[in-house]
Nanobody, 131 residues
Framework: QVQLVESGGALVQPGSSLRLSCEAS????????????IGWFRQAPGKEREGVSC????????WYADSVKGRFTISRDNAKNVVYLEMSNLSPDDTAVYYC????????????????????WGKGTLVTVSL
């Protein structure tokens, strides 16, 4: 069973930068990190979970929500089994629990959604942007 562990969440001030990490482990025999598309999703208090960014297994396909384009960058290091989300110019609207999710297929439409159908999920890391 693939396990995903997010880290890097913190309380920061508006305008700050932060890097989230999603570390994967527990792959079934014959599977490696390279096979999986990874997505970052977030859920703000009282709101539905939404897609933030996704990256295909081969790095060629990347999707960003309009709200984070130009501010967030997703990347992956398959050798380290880690996917990163670099976040800059954070605003209070970015306050949320950030989750990473993995699936064997990449789908921009699924990323642009609450993420139903993504096969594996982490437990999340809290990002709070406040003065």
């Amino acid at each position: 069973q693939v396990q995903l562990v997010e880290s890097g969440g913190a309380l920061v001030q508006p305008g700050s930068s932060l890097r989230l990490s999603c570390e994967a482990s527990g792959f079934d025999p014959g599977y490696i990190m390279d096979y999986f598309a990874i997505g970052w999703f977030r859920q703000a208090p009282g709101k539905e979970r939404e897609g933030v960014s996704c990256i295909a297994n081969n790095h060629d396909l990347i999707w960003y929500a309009d709200s984070v384009k130009g501010r967030f960058t997703i990347s992956r290091d398959n050798a380290k089994n880690v996917v990163y989300l670099e976040m800059s110019n954070l605003s209070p609207d970015d306050t949320a629990v950030y989750y990473c999710a993995a699936d064997l297929s990449f789908s921009a439409s699924r990323c642009n959604s609450p993420g139903k159908g993504m096969e594996h999920w982490g437990k999340g890391t809290l990002v709070t942007v406040s003065l």
